[in-house]
DNA sequence: CGAGAATTTGATTCCGATCAAGGCCTGTGG
DNA sequence: CCACAGGCCTTGATCGGAATCAAATTCTCG
């Protein structure tokens, strides 16, 4: 593989202006997606003044719970895992992100988790400080900040559901329907679901752990509901019936 | 007791200009707390033609999931509750909210909670579309919002970490810190903390059941961490013991 | 092929849920 | 004033789902 730069390179954000304006411009899906969406040309040309990307290797920690916010991220390909740690290791993972994903937003007093790259990921990074003149300057950029920063809100707050109320097999469901519906949003099929995560981050992704999210998958196959080719990937083999198991519709 | 108007009335609005004025300008706990601080006398006075007011008695549902979201909410005195429920009962509360707290902000199809009172309560109501409106002239009242609904989402992954991660004598802990921080907020004392909320409110907050949440008083209450004076009201015996308790420091 | 990690599977334990009383406060009506 | 009804909260006994402990299996990759 070619040694991938490990750190973000400002210097050639000149140099990467057009390159930018030409991604956002070509590439539909994450023109819809990413938060450059419903800009202008010029208005993606002055972002791009202020952004510079990077390739990052698989496990790559982007910045540590604590750290100073100076940076929002945003993810052009892809995934990333959000989590926030107890001081003896418990971890919670507070998301998993994908193409398009914004992170590091409106932190003021240091970033309140840890961000870590799931596979070979490429981020653009733009500092607090010029993203936010910027942002004063065209309203359009702040309206989908804060529409994207609203849609993570009711995205906790579902999550908060699954993790107060719901069991192992309502949120492994749960889960799999919630990644299956990303994928379609992004264009790819429904039903054979990538699960670039380990079974370790999903445990900590639900509250649970490994053994009981590895036991639930075979359940959940033997029961028919899913198939599972490999440990990456996971067939929905009955959506209605996975549907109705997320809700706590039936089953135990 | 006097019969509250259960009602907006939004025929008021003009007659109410100067009274919101007033109380947003005089009233320094609110006006440094509510989503009006930072705006000048003549922006406070352009929020308030789109505005009314109304006293809402305890218990009182203000919308449900899923109604419709056409409106936000800001709360100028007394405490309500947001909880999402699934098909079977289960019930998931969402955040407990005070004076000066927003909601119902942001959501494009329906409300995605119900909001309740918990005690009697005065709601300032905003119309999502003249509220809009105003956003795009007024860019501080914009970032306001939006720095607003940042604090609302790192609260919300506090509390992901809180529901997949850590045990019921840790969660009572961190609901009462949580609880004494907002009151010194407030400008209220720290120790004797109001519990406005019921056993069964808060245990449906922290992922609990009653019976479990009142053992754990009881035990934190054996260990001299806590007082219990009666079930609404708890005193912080031992703030530092409290906070090792909510961060998993000590005890198991 | 072999070392080490990730995943699965099995046996047992334990924390919090459930089931079941019992106590306490508040308001109401005799 | 007291009796009583109905919440709400607390306490006790038991149960069960997921955690923990332990081991086997599969996958990865040199």
Redesign the interface.
Known sequence: MPPPPLDFDDHKADRDIDLAAASCRNCDVVREIAFCADLSHDEIKRLATVRCHAQLPPNFTVFREGDAADHVYSISGGAVKLY?L???G???I?GFLFSGDLFG???ESGY??TAETLTQTQLCRFTHRRLDSLR?EM?RL?RR???M??K???A??????L????TAREKVASFLLKLSRRAVEQGLPASPVALPMSRADIA?Y??LTIETVSRTFTQLKRDGVIGLPDSGHVLLLDGWRLKETA???LNG
Request: charged fraction near 30%; proline fraction near 2%; avoid cysteine.
């Open positions: 926030k107890l001081s003896d418990r971890r919670q507070i937003l409106g932190l309140a988790y004063g309203p702040e900040l804060f529409s920063t609203v993570d809100l009711v906790a707050q579902e999550q908060m559901l993790l107060g109320r719901k900590d639900l509250g809700e706590g519709g």
